[in-house]
């Protein structure tokens, strides 16, 4: 039996299943459950770093002026990739790097080429990100060029979700402030319901992943104009 529970702990610590009252479930059976942010880091990281990269050399080769950054394990490698060259634009003004993130927000912090703004709120330990209603209002009242989300889960019907109402509720403000909206998903979030909808596939205009969509999924992508980009 104690090799058992070993051997459970393990999984769990590798964000695989989750323990529950009588044995245990795959992450993927539940929608309101979420791995901690040092879990997550640790899985799909060829992929996440394929995404983060194909991202980066997304913004490096545009000259939008103001970027949101969203909380998440992919747009963690986008920061670092960020923050280890000069990001400035080709006319050599800084960019706006706006992130509610502070895991993200400290490795700008002093990248060069970019000014950085930290939305405030209530801080989620599991994320570290700002959440509520605070975050959400900073968001409401401006306008970039581009905002970089990250999912927890991304199907044809039910749309983009997360686990967590405060949360959604300030990636809904995300959404909706930026003027182009980009999705990075690895494709073992395609099909998933997590417990909160917070956008639609036609409030999204493109989708950075490692695979392409099929069946509904990829129907619906296209049936809302969603530009699929593989990395």
Not at 8 to 21: C, Q, Y
Not at 147 to 162: K, R, Y
Not at 207 to 224: H, V, W, Y
Request: hydrophobic residues 45%; negative net charge; contains cysteine.
């Amino acid at each position: 039996m104690e090799t058992v529970r070993r051997d459970l702990a393990a999984l769990e610590a590798e964000g695989k299943l989750r323990r529950v009252h009588g044995g245990a479930v795959t992450v993927e059976q539940s929608t309101s459950v979420e791995s901690s942010i040092a879990l997550r880091q640790n899985m799909n990281t060829p992929e996440k770093q394929r995404i983060a990269l194909a991202a980066y050399e997304l913004l490096r080769d545009s000259d939008v002026g103001a970027v949101v950054l969203d909380a998440g394990t992919t747009i963690e490698i986008l920061a670092d990739r960020i923050a280890a060259d000069n990001f400035s634009l080709k006319s050599g003004a800084d960019r706006l790097v706006i992130t509610h993130a502070l895991h993200i927000a400290v490795k700008l912090a002093e990248a060069d080429g970019i000014v950085l703004d930290l939305v405030g709120g209530q801080v989620r330990k599991m994320t570290w990100a700002a959440i509520g209603a605070r975050s959400a209002e900073h968001y409401a009242s401006i306008r970039p060029d581009i905002a970089f989300i990250g999912v927890n889960g991304l199907d044809a019907e039910f749309g983009l979700s997360t686990p967590g109402l405060n949360e959604a509720i300030v990636k809904t403000a995300i959404v909706k402030s930026a003027r182009r909206v980009v999705l990075l998903c690895d494709s073992a979030k395609f099909g998933r319901e997590s417990l909160v909808r917070f956008a639609g596939l036609e409030d999204v205009d493109a989708i950075i992943t490692d695979k392409a969509p099929e069946g509904d999924l990829a129907a619906a992508l296209e049936e809302s104009n969603v530009e699929v980009l593989i990395a």
